[in-house]
């Protein structure tokens, strides 16, 4: 599905009533009040005395360097409270602004928009940032009594004359709800906007709830959580862990298994039993089939438990996972499509639904997906890994040069994965005097680094430092105490085999290959398919075609829509 977005015009006269702010408490310090009394409010809100914009302990928890200075102080009760530059912070990962957006042309009004923590830092120093900005809308806008908006992606244009920024792109290609209809008047916005209704669905909810209606409950939790409530998928899956209680009470030692990290022992005895406790036991039983490697009987146990109850995030990604491993990448695409418009703010869902699309080759998804990610990950290094993925798959470096630069200057202690990233971005944008340096700090932190060990090798060759590549290579292989406790092996000997057949070596690149690897399509499904095509490539080379074409053969069902697997394909069969 590719992403549709409707772009607004940013020049569009900002008028109107601009204190109409959206579910503003949505943002803030909510109060959990369970009454003794069900017909009074049983959820209700703090309005805030003091906004804490931000604060150096949840800079930290971002991974983000906090400044020297107090961004803000305290509103004292009373006083107005100014949103025109404030950056509010929910929890530990979840800041948000205000947001201009234009309705029609000669009115907007203000919308609150997540943004990713680096962007909160930038606002909070009064730094204009230089890159485009991408939010989640926060709120939902009721119009003629339908929800529009919530979970949208939005693209943000900021500008020194306005202190809010002004929403000037909207997709709701990923998102439950609908974009705005094109023309809307302040008559016909509805008072009951999102918290209202998340408010009713949770208050609803804990009435079942205490009446022991745990399925009706946890389907209500849920829509509170797709209205924006916060505690509403923590108390959705509460429901869940009590309905599973039966279950985990009849099989306690099965359990005990589970938690001991004794999954195959626990496996026998869920392969009996799974079907007689649906959907829970089908649940469970998927789970510990994604170690076990057995993703046939692992897909059907997650169907098993989703047509029961659809509405399971981790066995919807389990189901997405089976599905990949069984190279259905188009019903992979559904599930974690499904999964995601069921569980918006879901990363895991982003990320799967991501890795989809990747696998079909839908870019222009991938790259949505990917800014959607940066504002739902759990850190940053998550965050740039994708933004990596994606960007090299489309080809575009400067791009994404552009983007690690934006996040870096604000993270406290960058990883050595981070460092590896940075590099790659470097190599490729030809600044490979700081990318061998981005290469020799992360080397520093972790010396046995795989990815590093291979960033490095790959930046030296590109300098023409191509025989102390080699060496680091070779040294590496040959230390056996340190190649065990690297993870990515097979790319290291294939990234020598690489240099070799660049350096016209293409015999020794084979021989190094065969020597290592017995089963190359065997390798292609562990690691993916590019030790296989450095073997081919060096085998075209000296002219040994047919066990070319042979592998080549092979590989491609597997990797139908992989760009090298095709091209070198191709190549073979000229």
């Keep these: 599905m590719a992403a549709r977005w409707n772009k607004l015009n940013p020049e569009q006269s900002i008028a109107g009533d601009y204190s109409h702010v959206l579910s503003w408490p949505t943002l803030v310090n909510y109060r959990h009040k369970f009454a003794d ?33 107090t961004l803000y102080g305290a509103n004292p009760a009373g006083q107005t409270i100014d949103f025109s530059l404030t950056v509010l912070k929910f929890d530990t990962n979840s800041f948000f602004v205000r947001a201009y957006l234009p309705v029609s042309e000669d009115s907007s009004f203000l919308i609150w928009v997540k943004i990713p923590p680096y962007i909160a830092t930038d606002l909070l120093m009064q730094n204009l940032p230089e890159c485009m900005v991408y939010g989640l ?25 306005q202190k809010a920024p002004t929403i000037i792109g909207i997709t709701d290609t990923f998102s439950p709800f609908k974009t705005l209809p094109e023309v809307i008047s302040y008559q016909q916005l509805s008072k009951e906007n999102s918290i209202c209704l998340a408010q009713d669905y949770f208050n609803n909810a804990l009435r079942e709830q205490r009446s022991n209606n745990l399925f009706a409950a946890k389907k209500l939790y849920h829509q509170a959580y797709l209205y924006g409530h916060p505690y509403g998928l923590l108390k959705e899956l509460e429901c869940q862990s009590a309905l599973g209680k039966e279950f985990r009470d009849k099989h306690p030692e099965t359990f005990g298994q589970i938690t001991r990290g004794d999954k195959l022992m626990a496996l026998t005895t869920l392969r009996a039993v799974s079907q007689n406790y649906p959907p829970h036991g089908d649940a469970v039983l998927a789970y510990i089939l994604r170690s076990a490697k057995e993703p046939a009987e692992g897909l059907a146990a ?14 919807l990604g389990h189901k997405c996972l089976f599905e990949i491993e069984l190279s259905r990448d188009e019903a992979a695409y559904e599930t974690a499509l499904k999964h995601l418009l069921t569980y918006p703010l879901d990363s895991v869902a982003t990320a799967n639904l991501l890795d989809s699309c990747l696998l079909l080759t839908e870019f222009s998804s991938a790259l949505v997906l990917a800014e959607r990610y940066a504002l739902l990950a759990p850190n940053i290094e998550a965050t740039l890994n994708y933004y990596f993925r994606v960007y090299e798959l489309v080809d575009d470096w400067e791009r994404l040069l552009d983007i690690f630069q934006a996040i870096l200057p604000h993270v406290s202690g960058p990883t050595p994965k981070i460092l590896c990233l940075y590099g790659d971005v470097l190599v490729e944008n030809k600044k490979l005097d700081e990318a061998i340096k981005a290469f020799e700090h992360a080397l520093i932190i972790n010396p046995a680094d795989g990815e590093v060990i291979l960033g490095y090798a790959r930046a030296l060759a590109r300098i023409d430092r ?12 040959n230390d056996q105490d340190r190649f065990d406790q690297v993870k990515n092996k097979a790319f290291i000997i294939t990234l020598l085999a690489e240099i070799l057949r660049r350096n016209e070596r293409a015999g020794e690149a084979v021989e190094l290959l065969e020597k290592n690897f017995n089963d190359f399509v065997a390798l292609a499904t562990a690691v993916g398919p590019l030790p296989a095509l450095e073997y081919v490539e060096s085998l075209l080379i000296l002219g040994r075609k047919s066990s070319a074409k042979r592998i080549l053969t092979e590989i491609k069902m597997r990797f139908t829509n992989d760009p090298y697997v095709n091209e070198l394909y191709n190549i073979a069969h000229q």
Aim: proline residues 4%; aromatic residues 6%.
């Design 466 to 477: 191509g025989e102390e590549a080699e060496n680091l290579l070779r040294s590496v292989i």
């Design 137 to 161: 809308l926060a709120n939902s806008v009721t119009v003629d009594g339908e929800s529009y908006l919530l979970h949208g992606l939005v693209e943000l244009s900021f500008s020194a004359i």
């Design 302 to 315: 997650a169907e098993r438990s989703l047509a029961v109850d659809p509405e399971q995030a981790d066995v």
């Design 37 to 69: 009394d069900l017909d009074t409010d049983i959820f209700a809100f703090t309005r805030p005395d003091i906004i804490s914009a931000i604060d150096e302990n949840c800079l930290k928890d971002c991974g983000l360097k906090a400044p020297d200075f």
